[in-house]
């Protein structure tokens, strides 16, 4: 008994001690972070936070503390979070690019449809100087307060989904309402392809696809399995890549430029380590979400060559639409399809290399 009672005195002790430690080592922070995301923690987004988190505390000694917000906890959508950070009571905010068309707009050029062709080609470009003139431009519009970190991928490659038949090219989305965000780049794609584009709020589409309000979306194999879809009535997928879904990483600027230059290598080097688990994430899970796809009765087409270069001619339109309605919407154009076609090069050339 007298062995027992001292060997639950010892656990006692060593948990009291334990606690403290943590909560010296929190009070030691000489700098602590405010990170949101307007998700929830099986999205690509907690992941990549997680990853940063456990980096940036660990390869700081201590020295930086990140906190989660997951949700709304702090700010409830990309205008309000933005501005939050713009004042500093965030310190990091995710968001994609039409979560931040309100107040960037030419951020939308990241959903320019057909640009950017594969995971390779998105992965290279969003690594390299394209994400650097993005943060230029996002500094000077914010007066040096919002800093772009990284764009990573929130859900994979946005997809036309639909509850009424195969689409195999343009032609067979003629007359179909698809959902969309409210956001004219979007509802321009939907009508170059000859459909009818329907702003839904998110938390609405399932009783849209139960009642008929709309007939289709543009969307990620994981949310779709995420929302259960597939029981509102959606069964087909055409997977024709039409958008990367990226998401822009931001930071606090005073907060980042407040930190000494070994600190700001850390979270520079944090959020690299962020954006490949954002990338990988997607992947991984996409695998189980086609399987369970198909098992509750969808189907998936996968456009030909031929086909695919169907989709990109009908989409053509939209590049002409963000040239001439986007401020500077020629420029990003451009960029993007140089970077892109740089990236090109480079793989191209590794092919070549790898294969013979």
Not at 57 to 77: K, M, P
């Amino acid at each position: 008994m007298i062995k027992t009672t001292t060997f639950k005195r010892t656990i006692v002790s060593g948990l009291i001690a334990a606690a403290m430690a943590f909560s010296l080592s929190a009070a030691a922070a000489d700098f602590n972070l405010r990170a949101t995301a307007n998700s929830n923690e099986n999205d690509e987004d907690f992941d990549g936070l997680v990853v940063f988190k456990d980096y940036v505390e660990s390869h700081s000694n201590g020295r930086i503390a990140v906190d989660l917000y997951i949700g709304t906890q702090l700010c409830a959508n990309g205008t309000e979070c933005l501005q939050a950070l713009e004042d500093g009571s965030v310190d990091i905010y995710i968001s994609t690019s039409g979560g931040a068309a309100n107040m960037y707009p030419y951020v939308q050029v990241l959903d320019l449809p057909y640009l950017l062709t594969d995971d390779r080609v998105a992965e290279s470009v969003l690594m390299g100087d394209f994400t650097r003139e993005m943060r230029k431009a996002i500094l000077a519009d914010s007066d040096d307060k919002v800093r772009l970190m990284t764009i990573g991928n929130t859900g994979g490659w946005r997809n036309f989904a639909n509850t009424k038949r195969t689409v195999k090219t343009p032609s067979d989305l003629e007359g179909l309402k698809i959902r969309t965000v409210v956001a004219d780049l979007p509802q321009e794609l939907v009508k170059a392809m000859g459909a009818s584009p329907t702003p839904i709020p998110w938390p609405e589409l399932f009783t849209s696809f139960q009642t008929g309000i709309v007939e289709g979306s543009k969307n990620g194999i994981t949310d779709i399995m995420g929302m259960k879809f597939p029981e509102a009535g959606l069964k087909y997928v055409t997977l024709d890549g039409h958008a990367y879904m990226s998401a822009l990483w931001y930071m606090n600027n005073e907060s980042f430029k407040g930190m000494p230059e070994d600190l700001r290598k850390v979270i520079v080097d944090g959020f690299s380590a962020l954006q490949q688990a954002t990338f990988a994430s997607p992947k991984r899970k996409s695998i189980q979400a086609y399987a369970d796809f198909k098992a509750s009765g969808g189907e998936i087409y996968v456009p030909t060559p031929a086909q695919k270069m169907q989709f990109q001619k009908s989409a053509e339109p939209v590049y002409t639409w963000f040239k001439n309605n986007v401020k500077d919407g020629a420029k990003w154009f451009e960029l993007l399809k140089t970077e892109t076609a740089k990236t090109q090069v480079v793989l191209n050339a590794a092919y070549q290399a790898d294969l013979n």
